[in-house]
């Protein structure tokens, strides 16, 4: 059941403009009236207040939940339920900064913060679900603006889209394409240096010992990866999903080449983990339940869990295995599990992954138009 309200009063978009402080004043202050048009302007002050201290104290827990991949979906809906129609639509178009929780916990830890509305939040995360919930309580158009402006922000050029007037379906896919170019700008040098170097020039003594290389070339493009890497997170809001696609592709090239378990380790220990470590809380989740169990049973694309699927009894939580993986010198395989390598099948379910998530972000924002019926007399 549909239980969207309208913002039609909110449709700016820079930040100032969607302070919970602007949006009251353009948008409750016509609300007043509704309530007792003989009210004054004293009265309606105390009243806008009011309101104002309601929608801080929601914000940051909506905006914290939606960034976050909350686990139970029900907290975003009772925070919603239990506004009213008028207080909902501006909560919902108000911006504000959370920050990326699993990032604090890691080895050494990173810090970064977000700033957008709840559904630009849930966009950044690559969390299908919590979009989808929050499509049930917003007006169309209102959605539509915040998820053009959320595609928006990973875009080197807006302007000739913005003149276009191009719906949120093509912002989406120029996104994605630029998503797409950025994996492989990141890793070019990376790629090259491997290609080139010789088998023998990587080196692991053992299961549990990291890898290394003696050549020059690998490190320093190896350690660019890591810091541009890093860099790139801090910058672009959304979850880069390609990355990891392109890590497991340069594998499968590299494989093809020649064999190599000591280079594999070095890739998987200098580039796969480095880019698990970074993914989105939602990723986590995935990681955690196991992309090879999600890739060939969509209906578990929907599991919000931290504890890892591939074990045994007691469950394990996923953030401690991240916590460790540095040290360790191990990745997160398709299955769940911490490993000092990635199985070389690994691409077709982590592929397989990426274009069910593509196809429920389009979903989302593509418009449909309306069934008309023929009614014959």
């Known amino acids: ?43 309606q002050r105390l009243f806008d207040v009011s309101v104002t201290h309601r929608i801080n104290s929601l914000l940051h827990p909506l905006l914290t939940a939606s960034l976050n991949a909350i686990e139970d979906l029900n907290v975003i809906k009772n925070i919603l339920d239990k506004t009213s129609p008028e207080q909902r639509a501006i909560l919902l178009s108000t911006k504000g900064t959370a920050t990326v929780m699993h990032l604090e916990t890691l080895n050494p830890p990173h810090s970064f913060c977000r700033t957008g509305t ?14 989808k919930l929050l499509k049930e309580y917003m007006d169309p158009a209102e959605y539509e603006r915040q998820a053009i402006e959320a595609f928006e922000s990973v875009l080197p050029v807006k302007q000739r889209l913005a003149q276009e007037r191009a719906t949120a379906e093509t912002y989406n896919r120029a996104a994605d394409a630029q998503q797409k170019a950025d994996a492989k700008n990141l890793l070019a040098a990376l790629f090259a240096a491997m290609c080139v170097a010789d088998p023998a020039e990587f080196i692991c003594a053992g299961p549990n010992v990291i890898a290394s290389t003696t050549s020059v070339s690998v490190t320093a493009a190896a350690d660019k990866f890591k810091t541009e890497l890093l860099l790139y997170t801090q910058k672009n809001p959304i979850h880069n999903r390609y990355i990891l696609e392109q890590l497991y592709k340069i594998h499968a090239s590299l494989e093809q080449k020649s064999f190599c378990v000591a ?101 989302l924002v593509t418009k449909r138009e309306p069934e008309h019926r023929c009614v014959v007399s």
């Open 118 to 131: 709840a559904l630009q939040m849930a966009i950044y995360g690559d969390d299908e679900g919590v979009q």
């Open 1 to 43: 059941m549909s239980r969207t309200t309208s913002a039609s009063a909110v449709t700016t978009t820079n930040d100032d403009a969607t302070s919970p402080q602007k949006l009251i004043k353009n948008g409750l202050g016509k609300l007043t009236p509704s309530y007792d048009p003989n009210w004054s302007t004293c009265s």
């Open 263 to 363: 280079r594999a380790r070095f890739l998987a220990q200098q580039g796969i983990a480095e880019a698990q470590l970074l993914m989105s809380k939602r990723w986590v989740q995935h990681y955690a339940w196991g992309p090879y169990y999600i890739a060939d049973n969509k209906n578990e694309l929907g599991v919000r869990t931290s504890f890892c699927h591939d074990t045994h009894a007691p469950p394990i939580d996923i953030h401690p295995i991240m916590s460790r993986l540095r040290l360790e010198g191990r990745c997160l395989d398709i299955f769940g599990s911490q490993r000092p390598c990635f199985t070389a099948q690994g691409l077709e379910w982590l592929s397989k992954l990426v274009s069910s998530k593509n196809s429920m972000q389009l979903e």
